[in-house]
């Protein structure tokens, strides 16, 4: 295959640094009325300088850099005095990762990155900056192909790489860590005989945050408090998943070990392997990552199956979609891009409903109250603060109903549902032991139901919240045919008819093993 060019828009991304330093001295200029002096005469040489350096640097690499796709590897050559040639097999590529920073963006390009198996740092990948976003969706696109093809076959699922470090202050021990530092710095202190409180440094900053203005020692310390939580994040996020690694020891057991201090192996035998689980918590989502667990039995009890089922740590969210295949030894995993049904209107009116009883609503009895007791500014506040939750009621409302959704890929079921974490689980169907129909006054008027997959975990089962009651039936039966079988009515052509569960009373229909 011939050999191609990065695209020449690159060099451009190349020498955007210098834009800041140019514009101040324009601006320069401009308020000067062109009268420069010595000082600015010697920035304007320094900047024309590294505008011609770094574009003469931007054209060679450039000229100089060729890559092409051959019918086994992919081939990257570079250097203009030492050149370069580096191949990696294409059964060897574990993932492609896609990023633009705000100045690719504003150029109409993005890098792409290619990992392989095994890789753990970023010297050991290869980078292409930058790509058209047409080609390099494209090339993306051609080597996922190869990957899932490979995946399939190779044990190793996935390893750890420190680039994923950045999704640490994405979790939630990015709030949890400040609490964990400083309980571990007082422990410290207090093994060794000094009370934390009686430090001169201490009892110094108690003093000067009492007597300093609040508008900035409240800043001060919202971000030493965001700083200490992300050193927490970080250093929860090496302890735990450093030496990850995730494969396949055998083709019946799957196992990942992790642990920078305290190492942990878990091995999941494949027979007890019912589905996986991808969890997106919300400042997750936000930033493009996920984690997995896989749902399988004999994990212990449930707070030991939720550390157990762990098999991916805050990852791209790519990477996450490329474990949940592995896990389930499938090309293509069932979570990719799949086709999920809505559920119906009036679960976003339930959502709305919920959000102002347990968020609105308290805030405006409890401080009404308050205002009502002791001063009328309690009640302005009481007002004002309801008022002002009622956009966030209305936006976490509407992303937990767009979040839900529930069908079929193949041999799996999937469904998912969440605003705060997004799950989304994808069931062997054949795994699934029973169903349970819930419901409740509000919930039978409404017309909906809440499905629940029963399968042998400690959870227990997987739900599908607020589905319209008139599907759910139906649902369940070509989920898991059989099940349902006698529970359902039938016309004379054989079509299910979900009557006899609208007809099950006060109750509520009634599954397979018995409960409602």
């Known amino acids: 295959m011939d050999w191609r060019r990065l695209d020449p828009r690159m060099i451009a991304v190349h020498v955007s640094w210098l834009a800041a330093p140019a514009a101040s001295l324009l601006l320069t200029l401009l308020i000067s009325g062109g009268r420069l002096e010595l000082r600015s005469w010697l920035t304007l040489a320094g900047v024309t300088l590294g505008f011609l350096t770094f574009t003469t640097i931007g054209i060679a690499t450039w000229a100089k850099t060729r890559y092409r796709i051959t019918a086994d590897a992919v081939e990257v050559r570079t250097g203009m005095f030492i050149k370069t040639l580096r191949t990696v097999r294409l059964n060897r590529i ?5 990023t633009a920073s705000p100045v690719h963006r504003i150029f109409g390009v993005t ?3 290619i990992g392989t198996a095994g890789s753990n740092d970023t010297g050991s990948e290869i980078k292409l900056d930058a790509l058209s976003r047409t080609d390099a969706q494209a090339l993306r696109a051609e080597l996922l192909a190869h990957v899932t093809r490979a995946a399939a076959q190779d044990p190793v699922v996935s390893v750890m790489n420190p680039r994923w470090l950045r999704y640490a202050p994405l979790t939630f021990w990015v709030f949890g860590g400040v609490v964990l530092v400083l309980g571990l710095g007082y422990r410290a202190l207090e ?6 409180w009686r430090l001169p440094l201490v009892q110094q900053l108690a003093v000067e945050f009492g007597s300093s203005a609040l508008w900035l020692t409240i800043p001060l310390v919202l971000l030493a408090s965001t700083l200490l939580g992300v050193i927490g994040a970080l250093g929860l996020y090496l302890e735990n ?3 990850y690694r995730l494969e396949w020891v055998s083709d019946h057991l799957l196992r990942v070990r992790r642990g920078l201090l305290t190492t942990r192996s878990v091995s999941i035998e494949r027979n007890r392997l019912f589905g ?3 969890r997106e918590p919300l400042l997750l989502r936000a930033g493009g990552g996920a984690t997995v667990k896989v749902v399988a039995g004999g994990l212990g009890n449930e707070e030991q199956d939720s550390a157990r089922s762990a098999v991916l740590p ?3 969210l790519p990477e996450a979609l490329r474990v949940t295949a592995g896990v389930l030894r499938e090309p293509v995993g069932p979570l990719v891009d799949p086709v999920l049904a809505g559920h119906p209107r009036v679960a976003l009116r339930r ?11 308290p805030l405006l009895v409890v401080q009404g109250i308050l205002g009502w007791l002791l001063t009328d500014v309690l009640l302005h506040l009481a007002w004002s603060t309801a008022l002002a939750s009622l956009p966030f009621v209305l936006w976490f409302a509407r992303d937990a109903y767009r979040n839900l959704g529930h069908g079929l890929s193949g041999s799996y079921l999937l469904t998912r549902s969440g605003t705060f974490s997004r799950d989304t689980a994808a069931l062997r169907r054949d795994d699934v032991l029973s169903w349970t129909f819930t419901d409740s006054p509000f919930a039978r008027r409404a017309g909906v139901v809440t499905l629940t997959a029963a399968v042998a975990t400690a959870a227990g089962g997987y739900r599908v919240p607020d589905m319209a009651a008139a599907d759910s039936a139906g649902f369940a039966d070509r989920a898991v045919p059989g099940i349902l079988t006698e529970f359902l009515d039938r016309d004379a052509e054989g079509e299910q008819l979900p009557a006899e569960f609208a007809d099950c009373g006060a109750g509520g229909p009634v599954g397979a093993d018995g409960a409602r």
């Open 241 to 243: 998943w450093w030496h």
């Open 314 to 316: 805050p990852a791209p």
């Open 276 to 278: 996986v689980l991808l």
């Open 351 to 361: 959502r709305i409903v919920r959000g102002l009883l347990f968020v609105t609503a």
């Open 191 to 196: 093994a060794i005989g000094i009370e934390a």
């Open 94 to 98: 574990r993932n492609v990762d896609l």
């Open 111 to 113: 890098t792409l990155r």
